[in-house]
């Protein structure tokens, strides 16, 4: 199983810089092992229905980009820099680790300015990261960030455009609530409040987890024997009752459908046997490649993904490798938009 078997050509007019308006308006490619169908995310009520259970992912995207300044003293007087901060996770103690532009330039100790309210102090600086501290906690540090702070787009969308103000509620879900996340469930974008009332209406009952996605997950895949590969770690919560919902519909033999791989990667790692999933507060670096036997997920919505990516080899290990082949042959024929502000699929193993 090597990198390369994972790879396809995309051109790049096809990475979506925006998401479609409204959200529900996005394509949606829905597969078996033996059809394949084009519709659109608005049809999602007419596809599920009483006995399926629909797994959201609560984490909220923080505006993770700071651009700030640190002064130096030196011999010809005060030397001002700028320095561009990306946020990565929360460190303990308070502090956060980051990554910075440009590091190598920076010192432990050196205070970097973002605005008139927030401030940072470097506290370390190692293996290509630094770990800060913030001069604000809670909800001011919350109200500050959100001031001073834009939404860290993915890189393959920041390489075309800069993000604005419109990426802080289009790079959004519907149902955020925890922060800590810099980097969306892109799937989870698709859904509005009328979305979400249609499909109550239709029965389909909702299961809300947390996994605050981290920037690791764009890092690139970078051995050739993928088996050999090590995932970030990244936060996640299964509440008791969260689990008990889920167990539920397991044993009644409906369908859990999470919402984007970060909830099928959360749920999976709660598992404990086939068909069943305990609560979960901890970090996970779950790696789903071809050969995993899915344990609670029975189907999955998810975007696009990325060639040579491991979520790339998660929906192979869902569908097959040879499927999922021709669903995106498919929907590059078919002029589906790819990766976080494109257009959806509803995998459907059997």
Do not use: C
């Not at 007019?13 to 659109?40: C, E, M, N, S, Y």
């Not at 929360?90 to 190598?104: E, I, S, T, V």
């Not at 419109?166 to 009328?194: M, N, R």
């Not at 770690?233 to 299964?238: L, R, T, Y």
């Amino acid at each position: 199983m090597n990198l390369s078997d994972f790879d396809f050509d995309l051109p790049e007019g096809r990475i979506a810089t925006r998401p479609a308006r409204p959200r529900t308006a996005a394509k949606l490619l829905v597969a078996t092992p033996d059809t394949i169908r084009d519709l659109t995310v608005a049809d999602l009520p007419h596809l599920l229905g009483p006995g399926d259970r629909l797994v959201l992912n609560t984490t909220k995207v923080i505006p993770a980009r700071l651009s700030g300044r640190r002064t130096r003293q030196s011999a010809q007087g005060e030397v001002v820099a700028r320095v561009e901060v990306t946020l990565l996770e929360p460190a303990p103690g308070g502090d956060w680790m980051a990554l910075a532009k440009p590091l190598r330039k920076l010192k432990e100790g050196e205070e970097i300015v973002f605005s008139d309210a927030l401030s940072a102090r470097i506290a370390a600086i190692a293996e290509g990261q630094m770990r800060i501290r913030f001069n604000l906690t809670g909800p001011d540090f919350d109200a500050a960030l959100a001031e001073a702070g834009a939404m860290p787009l993915p890189p393959y969308i920041a390489a075309l455009r800069a993000p604005d103000e419109q990426d802080k509620t289009d790079y959004q879900t519907v149902f955020a609530q925890k922060p800590g996340a810099v980097a969306a469930p892109t799937a989870s974008l698709h859904f509005t409040p009328d979305l979400l009332e249609k499909l109550r209406d239709k029965g389909v009952q909702f299961t809300e987890v947390t996994l605050h996605v981290g920037a690791g997950t764009f890092l690139p895949v970078k051995v050739e024997d993928v088996t050999t590969h090590r995932m970030h770690a990244e936060w996640g919560e299964v509440t008791p009752q969260a689990a008990a919902e889920i167990n539920a519909t397991k044993a009644a033999g409906g369908r859990v459908i999470p919402v984007g791989t970060t909830a099928l990667r959360l749920i999976e790692s709660a598992a404990t046997g086939p068909g069943v999933i305990a609560p979960f507060a901890a970090t996970t670096d779950i790696f789903i490649y071809p050969g995993y036997r899915f344990r609670i997920a029975d189907a999955l919505m998810t975007n696009f993904h990325v060639p040579k990516s491991t979520l790339l080899m998660l929906v192979s290990a869902l569908m097959g490798q040879d499927r999922i082949r021709a669903i995106y042959d498919h929907a590059l024929t078919k002029n589906y938009r790819f990766f976080s502000y494109g257009d959806a699929s509803l995998l459907l193993p059997g």
